[in-house]
């Protein structure tokens, strides 16, 4: 997968006709003189740059191969990485892209989710990006990827050998919250101290009854490290436990990546009088029926009017080509959720 | 079979013509050029070019057009092409003395060698609207009568009194020392020498940064920084949130050349030159049993004319020295971690304006949580009324 570089366009080590290079040379009091006119304004047509297969340059994609290897030989650790400038902004899933961009090659087929839906603006705008810049396979089918760039979820269907999970994570750190300091969170975890941890999960049921994380909810990984799992619902916790496939982590405006190799102990934090517990709702699925996945909700009126229904889009839909049918479809029909089409 | 109605991607790209539309404006008003842009909107093409961080006054100028006067927005864009440039080495250090000056004030000495070379600046005009700026003609304006005109009489062709002035015409002094120099050569001044060996500078847009950061990492974040939070943080070190009653011992801004040596030819080429501004703050002294009280510095250096942006800097620097001099880092200029990581505006915006992206996912995890809590709250409130009346009697 990391191999077989198709070079689409000339490597950027090699000299291209930047604009800055022909803008002409300014005298020394350039205040007094008027330059003759810049290039742009000339129209020229030559200057487009090219960019790199899957945009970054070999070099980068090699610092950050290196990171990953490290990230999956101790897992849960956060590898700092000289996470690049991306034209995307930050805090939108820079580190996902730039692990993406590291591993992707022509012969891969591209998931890209957010909020566990393919067509949620992030998710359009970043798959745009690889099919511009990588020239890449894309699918909504779970099935079908070799690589899932994921912002907020899993997928509900189960992951098999041989895919790759790619988060976006914006805050790595799962201590951030009880000390901002970098410097004291790495001798924390390079100690496992994690005693800060334990008390505020501790201090959470004491005051609510249990603990009020819902997302992001802190894990305990290989028996070693703790980890942020991004902010994906805690219910989806229990699937990284164990997963067959690869699940890699990547901060780009906190530069750091971490991984999960398959097979690899994922245990959520709690207390045995306190046992960790998903979320559940107490209707199924709208539009499918389904009664076992993760439910957003849809407002439909102004009266209090509301539906559940699947936050996975291609389990939603897998489904109900299945047969399944929720018992709001035709609710949702009208409200332009969904349109039957002919068979 | 139902099948979900998805827009995002339309919708996506409708925003792009919109944006394009809204750039544009009214379209019976002229388009601005980028030559434009780059010649009379030179201070905002130094800030882009400041915190965009590379040096490309026409590059800084698109960026401008391109996000619509949008600062942040146009850094973004110069950052997302500078990242994408090869490398083909590190150019030989700048030497500000030997700079070509086009203003160089002191608020430390009178007079001094090369003199105060006031230049063009803000500094000494009062903040009156200019409304012949609002047309549009050949001439010059914006000059002031009192000072440019030759006597009342005097009009140019188009009837305006306003004539470009008889500048000073006498050449600067060649030399022109910097006053931290002359500050060191008492040895009243802290010397700034290279660190053992003098190994290249770190590259935070090559490696991630770790803490405590050093000085070089510092300055380069610094350099990169947003101006407004830098400008904020200076201000409260001057307040009293920091301990440092500095003293501008030299502003200058002006043009000096940057050399490069090719490895095959062993000797170094002038690239062009670079307009910066450079200011050097005189801090109170420090000292010990062993070492005599000397001034401390506090440095700035900015691409193009930005004396705001290299003054809150300098500002910034030596308040960061706190742990080099063993002060109490109390305050928040004063801590690299708290600096470093929020002077970064594109960093900044994305994290902030990300927020706007979808996160009902999350959302629903809370909604579904504080939805269970009340429910079981009314529940045990509802059996202890039932109790309570009990334990009454």
């Known amino acids: 997968m990391m191999t077989a570089q198709t070079i689409l366009s000339p490597h950027p080590e090699e000299p291209r006709s930047g604009v800055s290079k022909d803008a002409p040379a300014r005298s020394e009091t350039s205040f007094e003189t008027k330059p003759p006119a810049s290039p742009q304004d000339e129209g020229c047509g030559e200057t487009k740059p090219a960019y790199n297969y899957a945009y970054l340059d070999e070099q980068t994609k090699r610092m950050i191969r290196r990171a990953l290897l490290k990230a999956v030989a101790v897992p849960g650790y956060q590898v700092p990485f000289g996470s690049r400038e991306m034209p995307l902004a930050r805090g939108w899933g820079t580190g996902g892209i730039q692990i993406t961009a590291a591993i992707i090659g022509p012969d891969d087929t591209l998931k890209v989710i957010d909020q566990g839906a393919d067509d949620t603006t992030n998710a359009v705008s970043i798959r745009r990006f690889f099919q511009q810049t990588a020239a890449v396979k894309t699918t909504e089918a779970t099935d079908e990827a070799t690589i899932i760039q994921t912002r907020h979820r899993i997928p509900e269907a189960p992951l098999n050998p041989g895919q790759i999970m790619v988060y976006q994570v914006p805050m790595p750190e799962p201590l951030r919250k009880l000390e901002p300091r970098e410097a004291e969170t790495r001798k924390m975890h390079a100690w496992a101290e994690y005693g800060l941890m334990q008390v505020k999960l501790y201090e959470n049921i004491a005051r609510f009854g249990e603990v009020t994380t819902t997302y992001d909810y802190p894990v305990l990984v290989n028996g070693r490290y703790i980890m942020a799992p991004s902010p994906i619902p805690k219910f989806d916790n229990p699937k990284m436990h164990m997963s067959p496939s690869l699940q890699l982590f990547g901060a780009g405006r906190e530069k750091r990546i971490y991984a999960l190799p398959p097979h690899t102990s994922v245990k959520s934090l709690d207390f045995d009088d306190h046992p960790f517990r998903i979320q559940s709702w107490t209707e199924p699925c709208g539009l499918c029926g389904a009664g076992d996945s993760y439910l957003d909700e849809v407002i439909t009126d102004d009266h209090g009017g509301r539906m559940f229904v699947c936050s996975d889009s291609h389990h939603c839909e897998t489904r109900r080509g299945q047969g399944h049918r929720g018992a709001m479809l035709a609710d949702a029909s009208a409200l332009h959720l969904v349109e039957e089409t002919k068979p | ?393």
């Open chain 2, 1 to 393: 079979m139902y099948v979900a109605v998805k827009g995002g991607e339309a919708a996506i790209l409708a925003t792009h013509d919109l944006i394009a539309e809204a750039r544009r404006g009214d379209q019976s008003v002229p388009e601005l050029s980028v030559a434009q842009i780059r010649e009379q909107m030179g201070l905002a093409c130094a800030r882009v070019m400041n915190e965009g961080s590379l040096y490309d006054l026409d590059l800084a100028a698109l960026a401008l057009k391109q996000a619509q006067g949008d600062a942040i927005e146009a850094a973004f864009l110069m950052r997302a092409y500078r990242t994408t440039l090869p490398r083909f080495g590190s150019s030989e250090p700048v030497d500000t003395a030997m700079m070509a000056i086009r203003r160089r004030v002191s608020a430390t000495y009178k007079d001094l060698p090369g003199g105060q070379v006031l230049g063009p600046t803000y500094d000494y005009t009062h903040r009156l609207f200019d409304f012949a700026l609002m047309d549009t003609p050949d001439v010059m304006v914006g000059l002031d009568p009192t000072i440019s005109g030759q006597g009342t009489s005097s009009t140019n062709a188009s009837g305006d009194a306003r004539v470009k002035p008889e500048h000073d015409a006498r050449a600067l002094d060649a030399t022109m020392p910097r006053v931290p120099d002359i500050l060191g050569a008492e040895g009243l001044m802290e010397a700034e020498v290279p660190i053992e060996g003098d190994p290249r500078p770190f590259d935070l847009t090559r490696e991630p940064i770790s803490f405590p950061a050093e000085r070089d990492v510092r300055l380069q974040a610094m350099a990169r920084g947003d101006e407004g939070f830098l400008l904020g943080l200076g201000y409260s070190v001057q307040r009293g949130f920091g301990g440092n009653h500095p003293f501008v011992g030299e502003i200058r801004v002006g043009e000096v050349s940057v050399e490069f040596v090719p490895e095959e030819l062993g000797f170094a080429v002038d690239l062009g030159d670079l307009t910066l501004t450079e200011c050097q703050m005189v801090n109170q002294f420090a000292g010990s049993k062993d070492v005599a009280p000397q001034f401390t510095r506090g440095y700035g250096l900015s691409f193009g004319h930005s004396e705001r942006k290299a003054m809150s800097m300098s500002l910034v620097d030596r308040a960061l020295k706190a742990r080099e001099f063993g002060e109490a880092a109390d305050y928040p200029a004063q801590q690299d971690e708290f600096v470093l990581y929020h002077s970064d505006n594109v960093e900044a915006a994305g994290f902030v304006e990300h927020l706007k992206l979808p996160h009902y996912v999350d959302f629903q995890g809370e909604l579904e949580l504080i939805r269970r809590i009340r429910r079981e709250r009314e529940q045990r409130a509802a059996s202890e009324q039932e109790t309570l009346p009990e334990a009454a009697e």
